[in-house]
């Protein structure tokens, strides 16, 4: 598949920026990548130490925007430009359509962060990179990220196992096209 020409801009939204990930975000992505609500609802990355994160940035996102023309971004906060997670689009092979993805430092929890990124991104991948089909991936458990693709207007479709991740997850489509598509 061949990368859009579309060049990855930063996205604003009231309160946050997102940009592509580089290299020296290595000590955040150490940091988020293991978190133990990280692992428990996205997985261990097996990320640690900071050649691992910069490793991990460059085989993950920085290879998603080559291949793909987007990936996961970083989230800074527009205020004094501190990271509180990541978000973005996720092209997987073994899904149809990309998914949303996001995760953010525990202490950033409940304020609001991952939707106002989430909407952001879903706009963005609208509006400047014409995928209009986005779909969300979550484990069960995981109430919050339910909430979150909810708020984002995304229903429950069915749960499906993917590879590389441990157990069920739950497949989510826009609520706007459910009969539409699939």
Known sequence: MRAL???????????????????????FILELLNEPAFIANIGDKDVHDLAGARNYIEKGPQASYRQHGHGLLLVELQ???????????????????PDIGYAFL?????????????????????????????????????????????KLGLQYDRTLELPGINGPSLYYIP????????
């Open 5 to 27: 020409s579309v060049p990855l801009l930063e996205i604003e939204t009231a309160r946050l920026r997102l940009r592509p990930l580089q290299e020296h975000d290595d000590a």
């Open 79 to 97: 205020e004094d430009s501190s990271p509180v997670g990541i978000c973005g689009l996720v092209k997987r092979d073994s899904l149809p359509h």
């Open 106 to 150: 525990q202490r950033h929890w409940g304020q609001g962060y991952a939707c106002e990124a989430g909407a952001a991104c879903l706009e963005h991948a609208s509006a400047r990179l014409s995928i209009d089909y986005v779909v969300g991936i979550t484990s069960p458990h995981n109430l919050g990220s339910i909430r979150v693709l909810e």
């Open 175 to 182: 609520a706007k096209t459910s009969a539409e598509k699939e």
